[in-house]
């Protein structure tokens, strides 16, 4: 199937307009947890409201414990020791993504070229590849980089790029570029949602060009989610749900949303 060219738009306007402020905090919220920091002028700009309101939100935030406000914007509080201990940010529904990890990571040949998105499915999957031979690994995750880069015979590239501690990976102009120029058999993407109609969404717009040179650089593109995440929509929007080409997840999802993936032509294999 071929892939459609993710589409170009405000990725943010979609998704935050409107938005009262209870809800807009958790966006925010979701943003530093991805991000590590953010700037103010860049999230009014996002959310569409004044940097008055902003610096509010980033108020209320830091009274919670949450954050720590700074000049121009704020950073997360508990940064630091994630990122000490390589451990991630999403530790929830493990045994599902151990699940979905295992089945993913059946699908993997020996001597086949990798891209491996950032996250903990995506590292579940990471995880059960070591006992592959010959294969060619290109990730924007530093943890993933470090497990297989580890494993005898296996070639492992990293791009460059800026360092986003909360999901121990690199993102920028420079991480986008590196992937221009690379072709690969597979790729196996995270999501922070994915539904019908919002489509795959993510809890900040760094990274969606990233994503989308990615999904450009590989042949099939396996959407690797929990079913807690089916009609979960995020921050911003990264494209429909034709961006890929097939979709592991666990036996959690409905008949119904099952059905609905199916129909737009994606293929489902459920774990567990």
Do not use: C
């Not at 959690?252 to 199916?262: H, L, P, T």
């Amino acid at each position: 199937m071929n892939k459609p060219v993710p589409e170009k738009q405000n990725p943010a306007t979609e998704v935050t307009t409107g938005l009262l402020a209870e809800p807009r905090r958790r966006k925010i919220l979701a943003w530093l947890e991805e991000e590590g920091s953010a700037r103010v002028r860049d999230l009014s700009t996002a959310f569409e409201v004044s940097e008055a309101t902003i610096r509010q939100d980033l108020e209320r935030l830091e009274r919670d414990g949450r954050i720590t406000r700074e000049h121009g914007g704020a950073h997360l509080n508990r940064l630091p020791p994630k990122a000490g201990t390589m451990v991630l940010q999403h530790m929830e529904n493990m045994d599902k993504k151990r699940q979905i990890g295992a089945l993913a990571a059946s699908l993997v040949e020996d001597g086949e070229t990798l891209i491996m998105d950032a996250g903990t499915t995506t590292t579940e999957v990471a995880t059960r590849l070591t006992d592959r031979h010959g294969l060619t690994i290109i990730t924007n995750a530093l943890n993933i980089a470090i497990l297989l880069g580890a494993v005898p015979g296996f070639a492992v590239h990293l791009p460059g790029g800026q360092f986003k501690s909360p999901t121990l990976s690199v993102s920028g102009d420079k991480a986008v570029e590196y992937f221009h120029n690379i072709y690969a058999g597979k790729l196996f993407l995270a999501t922070a949602g994915v539904g019908p109609e919002a489509g795959l969404t993510y809890p900040s717009f760094a990274d969606l060009e990233l994503k989308k040179a990615m999904i450009n650089a590989a042949s099939h593109v396996y959407l690797v989610a929990d079913s807690t995440k089916v009609n979960k929509s995020s921050f911003t929007r990264l494209g429909a749900l034709e961006l890929i080409n097939t979709f592991v997840t666990d036996s959690g999802i409905s008949d119904r949303d099952a059905k609905e993936f199916e129909r737009r032509g994606i293929e489902l294999l459920i774990a567990g």
